[in-house]
């Protein structure tokens, strides 16, 4: 018997901009006779590409175009891709809540879907009648809900509020409580677009750890949407990326996460920001990477000297400016954060008037191989003046430590971020 739980053949999506109707009474009548007989509709025309970023060009769009895969019992698939991708429309299309417009979904078992926060809820009802709602909804008879209730309300974390109208719960209470009856009603497939962001840290790691446990201990399957790179490679056993409604990648985890990040690196060093938004009083005018031959690049080795070079319009006084810059790595954890005033006491000149630049050099920085990406921000005290979030990548390449950083060692920490000097004493 076949281990395949679910299959995609073909899979496109194409929707219209515009106006939903093809303009004639005649011509939507000949479309419903030929849906009837099972047949292509005869207004499907050719559309454009999903970019979200550039003009119209046609009246149609494809959300999707041609997917094909196949996931087993147990997996934990991550799908992942930039917004507007087609992450969500693919969910809703295997989720059954709208229909593909080529191609067929094979299943087998019970998809309990999690799409967007309190999907199904009724306002009304209190979080207990939701719970049965939902669960009717997902195809589970009142006597099996019965037996998980208490387990569903004591996961949620919702006691107190259970007996509420969910009209009154929070965004993350709605979450905690629909993922609770999702998760514990024992579907074959459990499908999960983003809904965790809502939740706080605490829930967050329950969830993950309650997704495993599903794959894991009872051998069901996961798909798994998020811009949580973290939980992505904590979770998942298998990452596609989509693009534009394409999979540009289906495979190894960190190899599908790492290429997703390199499609949003800014291959150029140097960047000039956009001054149009004229609310900030001083602002970042551009900003370069820099190597130690002065070459402006995107491309280091491990411990290379880098310059980080920031140019800074001033429109106003500024009393007691302070900028600082933050280096992230893929799962978004502060690898540094370098700020004016730690070097001297007054590192920048106080009741600023003019534009003036700032030079960032750091030195023996052993940074893993991988892609990182820069913040910068400056402030007047503790007034934020302007910030720029993680508007720059750059990548490094694993490179040989030097003999005076690994005089004992050169092997790099366990699970670390950076390479650091260390003296071992032996007794």
């Given amino acids: ?5 679910l299959k995609a053949e073909h899979i496109s999506k194409q929707y219209r901009l515009g106006l939903v109707g093809t303009g004639t009474l005649n011509d939507d009548l000949k479309r419903w ?5 099972g047949k292509e509709d005869p207004f499907l025309k050719i559309g454009a590409v999903n970019d979200r970023s550039t ?6 769009v494809w959300a999707l175009q041609d997917i094909n895969f196949e996931v ?7 799908i992942i891709g930039k917004n507007g991708a087609g992450k969500s429309t693919l969910l809703k299309i295997l989720s059954r809540v709208t229909a593909p417009t080529t191609g067929e979904i094979k299943t087998k078992g019970r998809i309990a879907s999690l799409l967007e926060v309190g999907t199904g809820f009724h306002p009304e009802l209190t979080g207990r009648e939701n719970i049965y709602l939902n669960g009717a909804i997902l195809g589970m008879t009142k006597a099996e809900i019965r037996i ?16 509420t109208p969910v009209k009154r719960y929070s965004s993350g209470m709605r979450v905690r409580l629909a993922f609770a009856v999702a998760a514990h009603l024992e579907p074959d497939v459990l499908v999960i677009d983003e809904v965790l962001a809502v939740g706080d840290a605490e829930f967050q790691k329950k969830a993950i750890g309650k997704m495993q446990d599903i794959s894991q201990g009872e051998g069901r399957t996961v798909l798994f949407v998020s811009h949580n790179m973290a939980a992505v490679q904590d979770l998942c056993t298998r990452v596609v990326v989509l693009d534009n409604g394409s999979f540009t990648f289906d495979g190894e985890v960190t190899e599908g996460v790492n290429l997703y990040l390199n499609t949003k690196k800014i291959h150029s060093g140097s960047i000039v920001f956009d001054q149009s938004d004229s609310f900030f009083k001083s602002r970042f005018y551009s900003f370069e990477i820099i190597n130690s031959s002065n070459k402006i690049t995107t491309e280091f080795n491990s411990g290379d000297v880098m310059k980080f070079n920031v140019n800074i319009q001033v ?17 978004n954890v502060n690898v540094i954060t370098w700020r004016s005033n730690d070097f001297v006491e007054e590192p920048l000149p106080k009741n600023k008037r003019s534009n003036f630049s700032i030079e960032l050099v750091s030195k023996n920085l052993f940074l893993l191989d991988s892609v990182y990406s820069i913040s910068i921000s400056f402030l007047d005290g503790k007034e934020l003046l302007d910030y720029k979030d993680k508007f720059i990548h750059f990548e490094v390449s694993p490179n040989k430590p030097s003999e005076k950083y690994y005089s004992i060692t050169k092997k790099k920490a366990s699970n670390s971020i950076v390479y650091a000097e260390a003296d071992w004493i032996v007794n």
Avoid: T
């Avoid at 006779?33 to 007989?37: D, E, I, S, T």
């Avoid at 087993?72 to 991550?78: D, I, P, Q, S, T």
């Avoid at 429109?315 to 799962?331: A, G, K």
């Fill in 315 to 331: 429109n106003s006084e500024i009393r007691n400016p302070v900028f600082s810059l933050r280096l992230s790595d893929i799962n």
């Fill in 55 to 60: 003009a119209a060009e046609s009246d149609y």
């Fill in 33 to 37: 006779w030929y849906r009837l007989r």
């Fill in 72 to 78: 087993k019992r147990g997996e934990v698939l991550g």
């Fill in 148 to 163: 998980k209730e208490e387990e569903i309300i004591d996961f949620s974390g919702c006691q107190r509020y259970i007996d």
């Fill in 1 to 5: 018997m076949s281990n395949v739980i």
